[in-house]
C-alpha cells in the first residue's frame, strides 16, 4: 500500500498501489490541496496501473478532486486502468467525467 506523486511543470501524475480506499484518503487529498497555483490550471493524471481495487471510498476521493479542481473544467485523466475497474468506472459513469485511457 502506497501513494506518491510527480509533478512535471502544471502536469501531476499520482501513483496509487494496492487498493484504492479510505486508507489513501489523507495522503491523496495532501497532495492535491499542497500543489502551488492555480488548482484549475493543473492536469492531474490518476496513473491505475498499480491499483487492485477501487472502493466507493475512492470513487468519492475522485469527485473530490475534480469538486476541488473546478467540477466540469477540472482536467483529470484516469489512466493504465484495467478492463475490470474500467468496466465498474463505467457504471459509475466516470466516463462521462474524466478522460479514461487504457
Known sequence: MAIDFERAG?????????????EYRND????FTSQEGDPHGHHYRIDFKEIKYISSAG?????????????????ISLINV???????????????????TQ
Do not use: S
Open 82 to 100: 484495467n478492463d475490470r475497474t474500467l468496466k465498474l468506472l463505467r457504471i459509475l459513469n466516470f466516463d462521462k467525467i474524466f478522460q479514461i
Open 28 to 31: 491523496f487529498q495532501k497532495i
Open 59 to 75: 470513487a468519492g476521493l475522485l469527485i473530490r478532486l475534480r469538486d476541488y479542481c473546478g467540477g466540469e473544467k477540472a482536467n
Open 10 to 22: 502544471d502536469t501531476i501524475t499520482i501513483r496509487i498501489q494496492g487498493e484504492f480506499g479510505h
